[in-house]
């Protein structure tokens, strides 16, 4: 899963389409820890001006972030506690994918957007 991920994060970057749909709003996620357990949970995105706010929940856990960028990719730094991290999105279709790591990590994670219906 990571693998595929992470080669679909490169060729969107690369070849993004200036045709979208809108980040805002409300995704489930499905995710893989760099210690490669998985994991699912929400998120939502809300447009801030010039920048976006990013609120994940994953096992009862909240991490708030800011993100910069547009509906094609997007760099985003998150909190969590203690935890500290920085993210990548990238739009897949109708999905979003999701690299990420904590600050001073070695290894990433990933996770896919799936559009929340209703």
């Known amino acids: 899963m990571f693998r595929k991920l992470l080669v679909s994060l490169m060729f969107l970057v690369a070849f993004a389409s200036a045709?979208?749909?809108q980040v805002t709003g409300r995704y489930d996620v499905e995710g893989q820890n760099p210690d490669k357990t998985t994991y699912v949970g929400s998120v939502s995105v809300e447009k801030t001006d010039e920048t976006y706010r990013v609120v994940?929940?994953?096992g009862g856990?909240?991490?708030v972030g800011t993100g910069i960028g547009n509906n094609d990719a997007m760099a985003i730094s998150y909190r969590s506690g203690n935890n500290t991290g920085?993210?990548?999105l990238a739009r897949d279709k109708g999905e979003y994918v999701l690299v990420w790591?904590?600050?001073?990590?070695?290894?990433?994670?990933?996770e896919r957007w799936l559009p929340r219906k209703g």
């Open 19 to 21: 045709a979208s749909a």
């Open 56 to 58: 994940w929940t994953i």
């Open 61 to 63: 856990v909240r991490y």
């Open 86 to 88: 920085v993210a990548f």
């Open 101 to 110: 790591t904590y600050l001073g990590g070695t290894t990433i994670g990933a």
